[in-house]
């Protein structure tokens, strides 16, 4: 069983730049993966990044933009996030399982999910 807790979402103007944590607690190893989703208002959940233990992965709208990283000993993941858009507003959730087959863009491959963090890009 894993919990989540997203952290770092704000108002940000364009161009400007944001770092969202994802804290993960209940694990017992470094064997999980952690993928990064968003949903803008009326519109579907998008995948947006994820890391396993040997690679991270990214959407092609937030490749150059965004990076993601992970902590082993706080047991965080990061997602730097710059060059923001106002088409990158949205609420943004971190989910987690175990590695299985690794990083995944699919929501339906991940059993735990964050509560979620606004993000708002305007100027």
């Known amino acids: 069983q894993f919990r989540l807790v997203e952290s770092g979402g704000g108002l940000v103007q364009p161009g400007g730049s944001l770092r969202l944590s994802c804290a993960v607690s209940g694990q017992t190893t470094d064997d999980y993966v952690v993928g990064w989703f968003r949903q803008a208002p009326g519109q579907g959940r998008e995948w947006v990044s994820c890391i396993d233990d040997s690679s991270l992965k990214y959407e092609d709208f937030v490749r150059g933009r965004f990076t993601i990283s992970r902590d082993s000993i706080k047991n965080t993941v990061t997602l730097q996030m710059n060059n923001l858009q106002p088409e990158d507003t949205a609420v943004y959730f971190c989910?987690?399982?175990?590695?299985?087959?690794?990083?995944?863009?699919?929501?339906?491959?991940?059993?735990?999910w964050g509560q979620g963090t606004q993000v708002t890009v305007s100027s």
């Open positions: 989910a987690a399982d175990r590695q299985g087959d690794g990083c995944s863009r699919y929501g339906r491959n991940y059993r735990f």
